[in-house]
């Protein structure tokens, strides 16, 4: 006797492991139960998927055995293979947004870490100005291109210590140099002059 059963199981587009259960049934029948099932898939979704069942004659399986499973083993078969593919890439969101809030979390310290740098060089500034030390205030305030985004606030801070320690410019010193009206104007300005001494 020669069968193509085993042809047509493997015309079936399926992945996984086919498991068929034939048991008699009463009178002539046959009660075939066939259930599909992919071990790759670890989605446990996958054990709710209910077997095919089937009661019918042993001439009925002959005719239509195949066209009943055909179509549900395909669709179940991609399922499981979706709900797979879906697991992996659910894993894959999960690792990138682990990796993505340890890097949000690694830039949250490195933030915090300059802004800390960045306060604590200003408070320097001010304890140093408090105590009249202004060229070593200018010298604690942070540096611009450490800090670019607080640039106008360093640049302020400086110039104000600047302008505390700074030397006068050249004609500051000069108007402070002009000397009042001599001495020496001001004493023969006292004293009259004598004209008959003159006259001898």
Known sequence: MNTNFFNQIQQ??????????????????????????????????KNGIPPLTFNATPQEFDEGFFEQITAP??????????????LKQLEEVKRQ?????EKADKQKKEQEAK????????????ELEKEGKFREAWIKVPDMTEFPEKADEIRKRKTLLSDKFATPNLFGAMEEATPEPSQLEEVTADYPIDEEDEEE
């Open 97 to 101: 947004s682990a990796m993505e809030k």
């Open 12 to 45: 079936l587009d399926f992945t996984g492991v086919l498991q068929l259960n034939i048991s008699k049934g009463i009178e002539s029948n046959l009660i075939v139960t066939v259930m599909l099932n992919n071990e790759q898939c670890g989605d446990n979704a």
């Open 73 to 86: 083993i395909k669709t179940v078969s991609g399922l499981m293979v979706d709900m797979e593919k879906f």
């Open 115 to 126: 802004d800390k740098k960045f306060k604590d060089g200003m408070a320097k500034a001010d």
